[in-house]
Structure formats: C-alpha cells, structure tokens
C-alpha cells in the first residue's frame, strides 16, 4: 500500500496554510484528494508534488484563472504543444518583468551611490 499523508504533513513539507490546500481542492486545482475511512483528507506524493508545481506557478505571479487553464490541459486532451505553448507565454512575461526589474535596481542603485556620496 502506498503512503499517505496527513494535511498536516503536507502542509510541513509544502509550507502552505490548512486554508490553501482546501482551497486548491474546492477550486479543482488539486485532487480528487483521497480520503481515510473516517473522512479525514490523505495526500499521496504526486498530490505533494502537484501543490509544489501549483506554488511554483503561484510564485512565478499566475493567478487562480491561470492556474486553472493549466490543469484543464494537463487534463483534458490538449496537446503537449499546448502545454507548452501556455508555459512559454508565461515564462515570456516573467522575463519581460525580470528585466524591468533589473532596470528599476539599476536606478535605485544610483541613487543609493548618488545620495550616500553626499553625506
């Protein structure tokens, strides 16, 4: 029998709140999630993993709308082109943002030299 885990072990290995989690599944982002005999949530480690690659998204400034395309790709009958294509579009944006950012610390890095100069 494989493994399970408690909420609270996923949210100990993942660092995201009871609260994330239930909202993920309520949302179909994650799941069916399995349930012990008496109800309780049990998380495998593929559910572990999809909660990581769904923070990573997260992070990388996707939102719930965006979120919930991806998975409907992964698990409809998208292509792997299209998978790829939603990636790329997104990953074009994340380096459009770095790179104004790197712009935005360059001024900032100027005017840290040019006013730290004149005391």
Not at 72 to 92: E, I, P
Not at 100 to 113: C, F, N, S, T
Request: proline share 2%; aromatic share 6%; with cysteine.
């Amino acid at each position: 029998m494989t493994a399970t885990l408690t909420p609270g072990e996923v949210v100990e290995r993942t660092g995201l709140s009871l609260d994330t989690l239930r909202y993920y599944e309520k949302e179909q982002l994650l799941g069916p999630v399995a349930r012990a005999a008496g109800g309780h949530r049990r998380y495998s480690e593929d559910d572990v993993f999809w909660v990581g690659l769904l923070s990573c998204l997260r992070t990388a400034g996707l939102g719930i709308a965006d979120l919930r395309e991806f998975t409907s790709l992964l698990r409809g009958t998208a292509s792997s082109g299209d998978r790829v294509a939603f990636l790329a579009a997104h990953r074009n944006e994340l380096q459009r943002r770095m790179s104004q950012l790197e712009r935005a610390i360059g001024v900032l890095d100027e005017k840290i030299a040019h006013y730290g100069a004149a005391d």
